[in-house]
């Protein structure tokens, strides 16, 4: 697999997110714990990934969609009120209100 970094295609697309202390105190934490490797990756001069796989490489779409599949496997093995079978891309769309409605159901009715 060859990795990566592309800018985007306009200048619209580059988002300045404000960090708080807490969320920069979570990334390091969150690198700190990482299994630790031999050398750092570093993709097109970028380097400091949060999270990397079993090969010390950056985990990359495919891993996150893997991983969301389980979960969602896990929780309508354990919840009456089944999530459906989407991909991760497809549950960043649903508001707080669909997720909401979702754990308080079971929540009572597993209880």
């Not at 960090?19 to 750092?40: G, L, N, Q």
């Not at 354990?78 to 960043?92: A, T």
């Amino acid at each position: 697999m060859e990795y990566i970094i592309e800018d985007t295609k306009t200048s619209s697309g580059t988002r300045d997110i404000p960090m708080t202390s807490e969320v920069a105190e979570c990334f390091h934490r969150i690198i700190d714990k990482r299994k630790k490797v031999k050398v750092e990756p570093m993709i097109d001069g970028y380097s400091g990934f949060l999270y990397l796989d079993k090969n010390g490489m950056p985990m990359v779409a495919l891993h996150w969609e893997k991983y969301f599949q389980h979960v969602v496997e896990k929780y309508n093995g354990i919840y009456k009120i089944q999530m459906p079978k989407k991909r991760w891309s497809d549950y960043q769309r649903l508001s707080n209100s669909e997720l909401y409605r979702i754990q308080i159901y079971n929540f009572f009715y597993n209880f």
